[in-house]
């Protein structure tokens, strides 16, 4: 009993029914210090009902990293109307006072776990155990000392083995150097307890688009195609890649959303998948992301 209380109090702490009244407090202003996850849900909606337990679960799971707040759509429907929340269930990630990302429909909880995960993420990691060798591996790898940012990575995974910011690091080191092969096999070959941690993910994404830049074209050339023609799509779409290959990710991204806005379903919606693999294969704080997710939330919801 005592067991079973202690669970519940952990629950209500990090986990709460909202209301439009207090969705200010709870949400916007509660996001500045800590991620903040909503929920908008009905009684009688039967999807809700397979997402509710799962994202509970996942937001326990983060001991306080991340909070819940779910919203009765059928109470409370002013800030699921200003938000165009269209169906149920759908769910969106508050940081630093504004929404970051969300989904709509019951995912699977392996999903929904890689979700709430990603979303803790945004907030500072309270462990500083090997962050001052991170930080000074991942200061390496921005300089573009790719083999001495490796070594570091190594280090830290000597020290802690399932260490998951470090492996996805070594990871993308070996990205930077061109080693493709030699990233993929590290990959593959990473700890089943963290073989779905966000900081893989972010990996797996960045040695997807390294084999994609492989195949792209020069910029100048795949420019001049788009401005002759603005809607040859195929071109503005490796346009993309080409600037993404070069390091300009962020004129990349922009690339991807004129391209979703001029034409969201083009080629089996490539546009909107490939801004999602970019986004994860970058860090969660990483602004590039943060922008280009709300401006991406802005145009789905136009």
């Keep these: 009993m005592l067991g079973n209380g202690l669970a519940a109090a952990a629950k209500s702490e990090h986990i709460k029914d909202g209301t439009d009244a207090e969705f200010i407090a709870d949400v916007v202003e509660q996001s500045k210090t800590v991620p903040v996850i909503v929920d908008f849900w009905a009684t009688w909606c039967g999807p809700c009902k397979t997402l509710g337990p799962s994202i509970e679960a ?4 983060a001991k306080g990293r991340v909070k819940l707040v779910k919203i009765d759509v059928d109470k409370n429907p ?6 165009r929340v269209q169906s149920i269930p759908t769910v969106y990630a508050f940081y630093e006072g504004k929404p970051v990302d969300g989904f709509q429909g019951a995912l699977p909880p392996s999903q929904v776990d890689a979700f709430v995960e990603k979303i803790a993420a945004l907030a500072p990691d309270p462990d500083g155990g090997l962050a001052d060798a991170l930080i000074a591996a991942e200061e390496l790898l921005a300089e573009g000392a790719a083999a001495d940012a490796a070594e570091t990575f190594a280090a830290i995974l000597q020290e802690e083995p399932a260490h998951a910011a470090a492996y996805g690091g070594l990871i993308r080191s070996y990205i930077a150097l061109g080693e493709l092969d030699q990233a993929e096999s590290i990959l593959n070959g990473a700890p089943a307890e963290i073989s779905k941690a966000p900081e893989l993910d972010a990996a797996h994404a960045q040695l997807g688009l390294a084999r994609q830049a492989a195949k792209a074209g020069p ?15 195929a071109a503005r779409f490796d346009l993309a890649t080409a600037l993404h290959a070069s390091g300009k990710v962020e004129e990349g991204v922009n690339e991807l959303l004129e391209l979703f806005r001029r ?16 986004f994860d294969a970058l860090t969660a704080k990483d602004p590039i992301a943060i922008n280009g997710r709300r401006k991406l939330s802005s145009l789905i919801f136009a």
């Excluded at 002013?78 to 938000?83: K, R």
């Excluded at 034409?263 to 909107?272: L, P, T």
């Design 78 to 83: 002013a800030y699921a109307g200003q938000l």
């Design 219 to 233: 910029v100048s050339d795949l420019q001049a195609r788009v401005t002759a023609d603005p809607m040859d799509h």
């Design 263 to 278: 034409d969201r379903e083009w080629n089996d919606g490539a546009a909107k998948a490939q801004l999602f693999t970019i």
């Design 58 to 61: 996942a937001v326990a799971k």
